[in-house]
């Protein structure tokens, strides 16, 4: 592949590799933003046209400035992947992995220029989630990590980025927390599945689209947080281990809606017209959320503290 721009220009030109459900949706994102896209498929030829990709079969003739691999979540299948990256593309190219939650160092293990490799994590639908990980693997050059974020923004995605690798990057750590409880609390027959949920879309979740998780904490005040901290941590579910009866559950071949069954029964319920109705509904709501919130009024826009009493 040959280069078309140097190692410190804004990227321009994008590979996305596996036209899968993360894939296109990458693909979209960067193409509808006027960035030059090329996805990497195994089904070129039957792929449906997705406005402004390339859709490619093979690896395309000019080397792109960013790869995200977004191929299924098999160590050794991707790790092949990046070796023929690696040695098709420059030194200068950027690869990304989309990987949810293998080890970015073994990922990683053996290539020539660690620098360039990095975590960027979608969420789905990922052409409509603002929210991407870009996530260092521990030898991955800062700069490759700013680089990164900066294309993601004017790709209008709104990234974070953590400088060091750990497992579950920060939005599966904090969902698990909360579910880890969640289930805890279901298996010892205090609430319900139900119950769960309606605190999640009537309370937790709206707040949250507002003022976060941490910012509400300031604006309650922080005097009663502190003594309900001291209560409540101590008889939190117990870490250490995943939840046995949802672990048998899903061993029992009871894997949600596409099986018909979950911590709900959907016998009776269309599928297609759930997920229609979800991601349609979330369309909305983030639309409603982009424009409520754009535009703090003045004097509103408090700055985060670093509250480390022993920092490193
Ligand atoms: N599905 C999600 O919600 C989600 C969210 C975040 C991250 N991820 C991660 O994204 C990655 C992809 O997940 P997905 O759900 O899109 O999987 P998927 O199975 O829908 O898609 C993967 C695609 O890659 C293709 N592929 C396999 N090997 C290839 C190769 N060598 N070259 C080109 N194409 C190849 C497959 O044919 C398939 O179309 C995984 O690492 C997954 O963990 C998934």
Redesign the pocket.
């Known amino acids: 592949m040959t280069a078309s721009t140097s190692a410190s220009a804004p990227i321009r030109r994008v590979l996305v590799?596996?036209?899968?459900?993360?894939?296109?949706?990458i693909a979209k994102s960067f193409a509808d933003h006027g960035f030059d896209t090329d996805l990497?498929?195994?089904?070129a030829g039957s792929l449906a046209p997705i406005k402004g990709v390339r859709v490619v079969g093979d690896l395309p003739p000019e080397a792109p400035e960013l790869v995200i691999?977004?191929?299924?979540?098999?160590m050794e299948?991707?790790r092949?992947?990046f070796h023929?990256l690696e040695a098709a593309c420059p030194a200068t190219t950027l690869i990304a992995?989309?990987?949810?939650?293998?080890d970015l160092g073994r990922l990683f293990a053996g290539m020539k220029h660690r620098g360039r490799f990095l975590g960027a994590?979608?969420?789905?639908p990922?052409d409509v989630i603002p929210l991407v990980e870009i996530v260092s693997s521990g030898s991955t050059d800062p700069a490759a990590l700013e680089r990164t974020a900066d294309a993601m923004r004017r790709a209008g995605k709104d990234p974070i980025v953590l400088s060091r690798p750990i497992n579950g990057f920060l939005v599966n750590r904090l969902q698990h927390a909360i579910l880890h409880e969640s289930y805890y609390l279901i298996s010892r027959g205090i609430v319900t599945v139900e119950d769960v949920d309606n605190v999640a879309k009537t309370m937790l979740g709206p707040r949250m689209c507002i003022t976060g998780l941490i910012q509400q904490k300031d604006i309650s005040g922080l005097a009663v947080h502190a003594l309900a901290q001291r209560e409540i941590v101590p008889t939190l579910a117990p870490p250490g281990a995943a939840n046995a009866d949802v672990q048998a559950m899903i061993a029992a071949g009871n894997l949600g809606l596409g099986t018909g069954k979950g911590f709900y029964d959907w016998t009776g319920c269309d599928a297609k017209a759930v997920r229609e109705q979800s991601s349609g509904r979330l369309n909305a709501l983030l639309a409603f959320l982009k424009q409520t919130m754009a535009g703090d009024r003045p004097g509103t826009r408090p700055k985060g503290r670093d509250i480390r009493t022993k920092k490193g």
């Open positions: 590799v596996g036209a899968g459900v993360m894939g296109i949706g990497l498929s195994r089904r691999e977004s191929v299924p979540e098999e299948p991707k092949a992947l023929r992995s989309n990987t949810s939650s293998l994590h979608y969420f789905q990922a």
